[in-house]
């Protein structure tokens, strides 16, 4: 098993581009979860899908933010226009959700430098 | 969501037994424990959960209290390979398990 794959592993834009960072969770898993860690705020949980449906949002920053997730193995997370404080590594995590007991398996993460 | 305590670094040296320490006083009855770690340039790891008796995989070992307030994870001969940054989080039964980091504990190990 190849575990979460994300890409790129780094990317450095301009403002104002759009990013796209992209997920290829574990086959069968079917919860993915997207998060952002930086310095100053840690490891924070943006968004996460059950069976390819997003169940909480609640973590994306701002309107500029959006994930999708078209079908079981993959997702995209997608910052338009980006912003330097967007700057930080992201996370991709899948499960294979059965309540409060399930692990996740983290990808290597995407390091986005906003300049 | 019941929240978790954590020293925020420890030392172990080489070859020795780590005990990381987490206290999560307000824990309710089905919250379940888990430990995840972080080593540098990489995305966190599972490491270890519980719910109420002791658990022992190939990483390491988790020791709850009686009471569930605290747990301890331990690694039984700490390498240089572990040094971390470790989380203990919990995570409610019907809450689809989501998992909201902490600050965690950073552990040095020395040679």
């Given at each position: 098993d190849a575990g979460v794959i994300q890409s790129p592993r780094h990317e450095v834009t301009e403002m104002g581009q759009e990013v796209t960072l992209r997920c290829k969770p574990?086959?069968?898993?079917?919860?993915?979860?997207?998060?952002?860690?930086?310095?100053?705020?840690?490891?924070?949980?943006?968004?996460?899908?059950?069976?390819?449906?997003?169940?909480?949002?609640?973590?994306?920053?701002?309107?500029?933010?959006?994930?999708?997730?078209p079908n079981a193995s993959f997702s995209t997370l997608k910052i338009q226009p980006s912003e330097p404080r967007d700057s930080a590594v992201y996370f991709c995590a899948s499960s294979l959700f059965s309540g409060a007991s399930s692990g996740y398996t983290f990808g290597s993460g995407t390091r986005l430098t906003v300049v | 969501d019941a929240k978790t305590t954590q020293p925020n670094s420890m030392e172990s040296n080489e070859e020795e037994p780590v005990h990381l320490p987490c206290n999560h006083s307000t824990i309710?009855?089905?919250?379940?424990?888990?430990?995840?770690?972080?080593?540098?340039?990489?995305?966190?790891?599972?490491?270890?959960?519980?719910?109420?008796?002791?658990?022992?995989?190939?990483?390491?070992?988790?020791?709850?209290?009686?009471?569930?307030?605290?747990?301890?994870?331990?690694?039984?001969?700490?390498?240089?390979?572990?040094?971390?940054?470790?989380?203990?989080?919990?995570?409610?039964?019907?809450?689809?398990?989501?998992?909201i980091f902490g600050q965690g504990t950073t552990l040095q190990v020395k040679p």
């Open positions: 574990i086959s069968g898993h079917n919860s993915l979860f997207w998060y952002r860690q930086t310095m100053m705020r840690g490891l924070e949980l943006l968004i996460y899908f059950n069976n390819n449906v997003p169940i909480d949002d609640s973590g994306m920053p701002e309107d500029r933010f959006s994930a999708k997730m | 309710s009855g089905t919250d379940y424990i888990h430990w995840y770690r972080q080593l540098p340039s990489q995305g966190p790891e599972y490491v270890i959960h519980g719910l109420t008796s002791n658990v022992n995989n190939r990483m390491a070992s988790l020791a709850i209290a009686e009471d569930r307030k605290s747990s301890t994870l331990i690694l039984h001969r700490a390498t240089l390979r572990d040094a971390a940054v470790y989380y203990c989080i919990l995570t409610r039964s019907g809450n689809t398990g989501k998992l």
